[in-house]
């Protein structure tokens, strides 16, 4: 299992553009990268997963480059309400490895 | 109601009590997970069960014991109950159409203190 590396913390205003980026030098093959989001009290959700180059949704961008061995979440324009815990998981396949959440980065939106 | 939930939602018990946490799921999914999240440690895999009947430990299986009988349950049993069981337990569920690699749905959390 690729093991991750995200910043602990990060601090935006309101309406700005936030951009995570989660390091995974070990990422195998056949490996996707997701990232969840988890508000306080409740279980994580899924925002968005992908392989390589970029994916987009209604809630945020995934940027992989060409060697995989990063990628940044981008979330755009956030509100008080993007505050939260990200998580980026990298090639959570089940079998011989455990899934590794890890601690995540942790969000705050300021008005 | 849809969706996967969790029973109970809050639970205190003593060290050294049995104590079940359920985990049910209407979608059918193949994958049901046990994670236990305290703070400083993340989200921490316990067992994971690709099916009914096939169960496996996860990164911090001691004092666990899980079964899947039925593909919508997925009970995690504290046989002895100790304090530094003393965490928020989700639940979550996948569908199988890449291994494990599919978005996981995560069940509300129950809220144990070992005491």
């Known amino acids: 299992l690729a093991k991750t590396t995200q910043p602990i913390s990060m601090d935006s205003y309101e309406g700005q553009e936030v951009n995570i980026t989660c390091s995974h030098n070990n990422i195998a093959t056949n490996d996707y990268i997701t990232w969840y989001q988890q508000f306080p009290s409740q279980g994580p959700r899924f925002i968005i997963q992908?392989?390589?180059t970029k994916v987009t949704n209604e809630v945020a961008s995934l940027f992989i480059p060409a060697d995989r061995k990063s990628s940044t979440l981008s979330l755009p324009r956030v509100s008080l309400s993007d505050t939260a815990v990200y998580y980026c998981?990298?090639?959570?396949?089940?079998?011989?490895?455990?899934?590794?959440f890890g601690k995540g980065t942790r969000l705050s939106v300021i008005a | 109601d849809a969706g996967i939930t969790q029973s109970p939602r809050y639970k205190i018990t003593e060290t050294g009590r049995q104590v079940t946490l359920m985990c049910h799921q209407t979608?059918?999914?193949?994958?049901m997970f046990w994670y236990r999240q305290d703070l400083g440690h993340g989200l921490r895999l316990i067992y994971y069960?690709?099916?009914?009947?096939?169960?496996d430990k996860g990164e911090v299986p001691d004092g666990y014991v899980v079964s899947r009988s039925k593909t919508e349950n997925f009970p995690l049993t504290l046989e002895s109950a100790t304090r530094s069981q003393t965490s928020v337990y989700f639940c979550a569920s996948s569908p199988s159409s890449r291994g494990g690699q599919d978005e996981q749905y995560f069940g509300p959390g129950t809220r144990l203190t070992v005491t």
């Open positions: 992908g392989y390589k």
């Open positions: 979608w059918s999914h193949s994958y």
């Open positions: 069960s690709a099916a009914a009947d096939i169960t």
């Open positions: 998981l990298v090639g959570d396949r089940v079998g011989n490895t455990p899934l590794v």
